[in-house]
């Protein structure tokens, strides 16, 4: 996924209020930056951190910025929750994510009872698979990226559904897009929320199909590209 325009180059000073950051840019001009994470964001950012963000002069957006990337020093991190989804299609449409491949349909936010799961795809009018999306930018141990960042009631609720449908014959994965470079595997957070770990195992042995797939990203685009480790 590339960025439509230049992302912008600054360092961020604080993050407050969940949505909000600011960003001294490259001039020393103070701007409020729209955070789209809804996460703690821990491991993810500090102050004096390099960031990127994208610009956007559209007349009815309050604020004009928007945070992408912070860098730690060692990698880039996505923090923008609204692109997992983008980047998960877009990869699995390309035939990136092998164990996805083959389906000649892919469906964004396919309804299922009360609630909304992130793609189908589907090959047919029978063979279908449910694929839910979570972003990982948590650094854990041992080089370990972990989710979720804090209690995920939302996340606890996604495994139960697709533990349902693994039941009713219909195929469901779990993919974990890590936004980071620094990891080279995946596990749940246990310590944070450890009934979201639970239920990754329980679902897992009902035979939801649990993968992560880790990101190469630079200031012009971002790539769901790698397979990584998944241990439960």
Not at 79 to 93: C, D, G, H
């Amino acid at each position: 996924m590339k960025f439509e325009n230049k992302l912008i180059k600054g360092k961020i000073l604080k993050r407050y209020k969940r949505f909000l950051a600011d960003i001294e840019l490259e001039d020393g001009e103070v701007v409020v930056a729209h955070t789209a994470n809804t996460g703690s964001m821990k491991t993810c950012w500090e102050p004096g951190w390099k960031v990127l963000c994208s610009y956007h002069d559209n007349p009815k957006r309050k604020l004009k910025y928007s945070l992408e990337m912070t860098n730690n020093g060692n990698t880039w991190i996505g923090v923008n929750t609204s692109l997992p989804n983008k980047l998960a299609m877009e990869a699995i449409a390309n035939g990136t994510i092998k164990e996805l491949d083959g389906y000649e349909t892919i469906k964004p936010e396919a309804k299922i009872g009360q609630s909304r799961i992130d793609i189908l795809l589907k090959d047919g009018p029978t063979e279908q698979c449910y694929v839910e999306v979570k972003n990982v930018t948590m650094l854990g141990e041992d080089e370990t990226g972990i989710f979720p960042d804090s209690v995920s009631t939302r996340g606890q609720k996604h495994l139960r559904e697709l533990t349902d449908l693994v039941g009713q014959g219909i195929r469901a994965c779990m993919l974990y897009v890590v936004q980071r470079e620094d990891v080279n595997s995946f596990s749940p957070a246990d310590e944070i929320d450890p009934e979201y770990g639970e239920l990754l195992r329980a679902a897992a042995k009902a035979g939801v199909e649990i993968l992560a797939y880790q990101c190469k990203l630079t200031p012009s685009k971002i790539e769901l590209l790698t397979p990584i480790k998944v241990k439960l």
